[in-house]
């Protein structure tokens, strides 16, 4: 089935340090999300991106839509200890009901 | 506004049993999808249902089958468990599917 390559599986940096992690797919998405899940939790929203080409940004994170629709980053700047977590892109087809994720950005920050 | 809220939180079952989670969608949403997350994954989707129809299934066997109610609430079943049914059950809530996700904490189920 759809798959979506998310890379890098892990990354370890310290407090302050900018983050950035991206997510390409062999198919076209109309509709680009990233979440944030916690230990014991469910998938938190972040971004939405609905339009190829896109730049979106809520607080410190920036987020962009490819224009290929097959791709899509994350951006963290100056990063906190609370930014801790797995970071999952999701995509989204039009007319389309579920979302197809990638399989995670762990991040651990050093204080 | 409230969120989605699902039980039990955790469960442990045997494998061949039968097991029902529960779901409870943000006020205001009619569609309901369920994913299960397997340690160390993203979450793969099961199905969806959106005004008490089934609106969508992924590859899982028919032992997966839902409900939903006239308030839009759901139900994930699952017969006869398996061992790798042992993951997290993730609940998410939307209106009309196209306004984005919010998902609930899940159920972790482990199968012994």
């Known amino acids: 089935g759809q798959q979506l390559n998310q890379s890098p599986q892990s990354m370890f940096i310290q407090e302050g340090e900018d983050v950035s992690m991206n997510c390409t797919s062999s198919?076209?998405?109309?509709?680009w999300l990233w979440y944030k899940q916690e230990p014991g939790e469910g998938p938190v929203l972040l971004i939405a991106?609905?339009?190829?080409?896109e730049l979106t940004s809520n607080g410190r994170l920036t987020a962009q839509f490819g224009i290929t629709r097959k791709d899509s980053f994350l951006n963290i700047s100056a990063s906190i200890p609370s930014d801790v977590g797995i970071y999952f892109c999701?995509?989204?087809?039009?007319?389309?009901?579920?979302?197809?994720f990638g399989q995670g950005t762990r991040l651990t920050i050093n204080p | 506004e409230t969120g989605v809220t699902q039980s039990p939180t955790h469960l442990i079952k045997t494998r061949g049993q039968q097991v029902t989670l529960r779901c409870s969608s943000q006020?205001?949403?009619?569609?309901v999808s369920w994913y299960q997350q397997a340690l160390g994954q993203g979450p793969q989707f099961i199905f969806q249902?959106?005004?008490?129809?089934?609106?969508g299934r992924g590859n899982f066997p028919p032992r997966f089958s839902g409900l939903q109610f006239p308030n839009y609430s759901s139900e994930l079943n699952v017969n006869a468990l398996e061992l790798d049914d042992s993951a997290l059950y993730l609940c998410?809530?939307?209106?009309?599917?196209?306004?984005?996700?919010?998902f609930g904490s899940g159920t972790r189920l482990t199968v012994v």
């Open positions: 998410a809530s939307s209106l009309d599917s196209i306004y984005g996700y919010t």
């Open positions: 198919s076209i998405f109309n509709t």
């Open positions: 991106l609905y339009k190829a080409g």
């Open positions: 999701a995509g989204q087809l039009g007319g389309a009901q579920k979302l197809v």
């Open positions: 006020s205001g949403h009619n569609t």
């Open positions: 249902y959106y005004r008490e129809e089934e609106n």
